[in-house]
C-alpha cells in the first residue's frame, strides 16, 4: 500500500472516532494529512461513517483539487497551516462542546492546569472570528498558532495539530478535556494560574511525555 492509500486510510479510521470522541457529531468538522506537496482532506458534507479512502480529496499548495470531488469547505486553512508550519503532518478540527463553548465567549484558555503544555505553550489562543472557509479567517488561525499546536476559534470550534493524524486526534481529545476542566473550575470560583516558570518546566517535561513525543 503507497503511502497517499495509508494516510487515506488512516482518514477514514480516525473519521469515525470523532463522535465516539465526542469530538464533533454528524458532518461537522474535518481531518487532514500531509502528503507529498499537498494535503488529502475530509470530503466536504458527508458523514464520517459513510466516507470512504477513495472520497479522500487531494488538495495542491496552489489549492487545487480533481475535477468531481469537493473537499471540505474549511479546505483553505488546512493549506496555509501546512505551508506556515513544516512541523505540521496532520490538522484536526472539530466543534467539541466546551472548547466550542470558550470560542463562543472568546476566551483563551489559559495555565490554570499543567496539561496546557498540550498546546505547545502557556495559553490556547482563541483566533478571531471571520466566516467559515475564508481568507481572513485562515489568516486569524494561522496567526493563533504561531508558537502553538492547538487554538479555538471564535464562534466555531478547535484546531490540534500533529506530527501524525493519531497524534492530532490525541491532542484534540486533550484540549477538549481542559476545556470541560476549565469551565468547571470557572463555575466553582477563580482558577489559579501557574506562573511562567512553572509552565516552562511542563513544557520540558513534555518533550518526553506519551503521545507528545511520538510521530
Not at 96 to 109: G, K, S, V, W
Not at 122 to 138: E, K, M, V
Not at 148 to 171: T, Y
Amino acid at each position: 500500500m503507497s503511502d497517499a492509500q495509508t494516510l487515506r486510510q488512516d482518514l477514514v479510521t480516525q473519521g469515525a472516532k470523532l463522535a465516539a470522541s465526542g469530538l464533533s457529531q454528524g458532518t461537522s468538522g474535518n481531518l487532514s494529512a500531509r502528503c507529498g506537496e499537498g494535503f488529502l482532506i475530509t470530503p466536504s458534507g458527508t458523514p464520517y461513517e459513510e466516507i470512504t479512502p477513495e472520497a479522500i480529496v487531494p488538495v495542491d499548495r496552489d489549492g487545487h483539487w480533481p475535477d468531481g470531488q469537493r473537499p471540505s469547505s474549511e479546505w483553505r486553512f488546512h493549506r496555509d497551516i501546512y505551508l506556515a508550519r513544516p512541523d505540521a503532518q496532520a490538522i484536526v478540527h472539530v466543534h467539541p462542546p466546551y472548547a466550542t463553548a470558550l470560542a463562543m465567549c472568546r476566551r483563551d484558555i489559559p495555565p490554570a492546569h499543567y496539561m496546557i503544555a498540550v498546546g505547545g505553550g502557556g495559553s490556547i489562543r482563541c483566533a478571531g472570528y471571520h466566516t467559515y472557509g475564508t481568507q481572513a479567517l485562515s489568516d486569524a488561525v494561522v496567526a493563533a498558532l504561531e508558537g502553538r499546536l492547538a487554538c479555538l476559534m471564535a464562534n466555531h470550534g478547535m484546531i490540534a495539530l500533529g506530527s501524525s493524524l493519531a497524534q492530532a486526534m490525541w491532542r484534540a481529545v486533550e484540549v477538549e478535556n481542559l476545556a470541560r476542566q476549565y469551565v468547571l473550575a470557572l463555575q466553582v470560583g477563580t482558577p489559579v494560574m501557574l506562573t511562567d516558570d512553572e509552565v516552562a518546566a511542563v513544557l520540558e517535561k513534555f518533550a518526553h511525555y506519551g503521545l507528545m513525543s511520538r510521530s
